[in-house]
T-cell receptor, first 114, second 112 residues
């Protein structure tokens, strides 16, 4: 099955600086890579995703990059704000394409220092 | 207002007791999933269903059971065989395949 590694487990940055979270995956058949944000006590919410036919996708202050050769993908948040503080999860589908469930990383706790 | 609803929000289970967590969606999604979340462990897949009357075990299915009699509903039963059930349980649905999940608000289960 798919194995997803996520780093770092905790990331503290100054407000206004950039944050980068990295994930690696094991199954070369994975073709869809979502990122979820989970605020304390709340449900995870999809914030951005990328499919394997593109290398980068942006949505305002967030972006995701994908390197299929190296089997890793990253979340980039620019101009961080206090509301960006949360736990972020990456995920990958494995050979099943996602219909048989996503495999999630263990999460990164992002702390935005004022 | 489309969405996915989990109930109850908090649940307490006594030793040896079976409990059932409810998950209902009105998004017309074919696929539904149950995940367990423990601190520092991310989300781990318990069961999933791609269509009505069919479901498959995930990575940690032991001690759990599910049913999918209606497209909208995917209840999870935590049986007495699950030795460490205290966790946050999340239900999700999707259009299937390479589409993002919509998560419910979760049920926090505690053994007393």
């Amino acid at each position: 099955g798919e194995n997803v590694e996520q780093h770092p487990s905790t990331l503290s940055v100054q407000e206004g600086d950039s944050a980068v979270i990295k994930c690696t995956y094991s199954d070369s058949a994975s073709n869809y890579f979502p990122w979820y944000k989970q605020e304390l006590g709340k449900r995870p919410q999809l914030i951005i995703d990328i499919r394997s036919n593109v290398g980068e996708k942006k949505d305002q202050r967030i972006a995701v990059t994908l390197n299929k050769t190296a089997k890793h993908f990253s979340l980039h948040i620019t101009e961080t704000q206090p509301e960006d503080s949360a736990v972020y999860f990456c995920a990958a589908p494995g050979a099943g394409g996602g219909a048989d469930g996503l495999t999630f990383g263990k999460g990164t706790h992002l702390i935005i220092q004022p | 207002d489309g969405g996915i609803t989990q109930s109850p929000k908090y649940l307490f289970r006594k030793e040896g007791q079976n409990v059932t967590l409810s998950c209902e969606q009105n998004l017309n999604h074919d696929a539904m999933y149950w995940y367990r979340q423990d601190p520092g462990q991310g989300l781990r897949l318990i069961y999933y269903s791609q269509i009505v009357n069919d479901f498959q075990k995930g990575d940690i299915a032991e001690g759990y059971s599910v049913s999918r009699e209606k497209k909208e509903s995917f209840p999870l039963t935590v049986t007495s065989a699950q030795k460490n059930p205290t966790a946050f349980y999340l239900c999700a649905s999707s259009r299937g395949g390479s589409y993002g999940y919509t998560f419910g608000s979760g049920t926090r289960l505690t053994v007393v």
